[in-house]
């Protein structure tokens, strides 16, 4: 829900997870960005309403996506003026974001914009050791539940997805056989991912 209460806390999911894909330059900019468009929601369309934001890659661009089920009420620039209490939040991101746009559907609009990386590839986001071992982790398990992707020089993001998802699986299992309880696991886990250890 597009809440004012919220936004603080878009704010801290977007930086941990840019600075987890090894994307701390552009925590800054995504955090205003983010703030601006959910703002928009809420003047809008209304406080309250069904809103999603999807941070995803776009080659070598940061993608955010706010999506909301009014296709009436369509984000603009705007030339504000001064002493104009609105009217900046479009500007704002038309500012910071290297493009911006507005897809329409039958039931919602998406209302995204990019932000160039320091990445030379689309898959060259860091994150240090962690990412690292995961990333070989993943390529492990895509490679088992699609054997085609051994001829690609990288997963797909879908396969990888699936592949990540099966091996925090197979490892819940693992901790289920040790007698560990799988949620204090996932707490343990959260914690540790959120305070950056």
């Not at 829900?1 to 878009?10: F, K």
């Not at 994150?127 to 539940?145: F, Q, W």
């Not at 990288?154 to 699936?162: E, F, M």
């Amino acid at each position: 829900m597009a809440e004012a209460q919220e936004l603080a806390a878009l704010r801290r999911i977007v930086r941990l997870h840019l600075k987890a894909w090894g994307l701390p330059r552009q925590v800054g900019a995504a955090q205003l960005c983010v703030s601006e468009l959910v703002a928009n929601v809420i003047r809008h369309v209304g406080s309250g309403t069904p809103t999603s934001l999807r941070l995803s890659m776009s080659g070598t661009y940061l993608r955010i996506e706010v999506r909301d089920p009014d296709c009436r009420a369509l984000p603009t620039l705007v030339a504000a003026g001064p002493d104009s209490e609105t009217g900046r939040g479009v500007a704002v991101v038309d500012a910071i974001a290297d493009r911006w746009g507005v897809l329409l559907g039958s039931d919602r609009k998406v209302t995204w914009c990019e932000i160039a990386t320091d990445l030379n590839t689309p898959n060259g986001h860091g994150g240090g050791v962690r990412v690292t071992r995961a990333e070989a982790m993943i390529s492990l398990y895509g490679a088992v539940a699609s054997p085609r992707a051994l001829n690609a020089s990288r997963l797909t993001t879908a396969v990888a997805r699936d592949a990540a998802v099966d091996v925090m699986v197979d490892l819940l299992h693992w901790m289920g056989a040790h007698g560990y309880d799988a949620d204090d696991v996932l707490d343990m886990a959260q914690t540790r991912y959120e305070s950056g250890l």
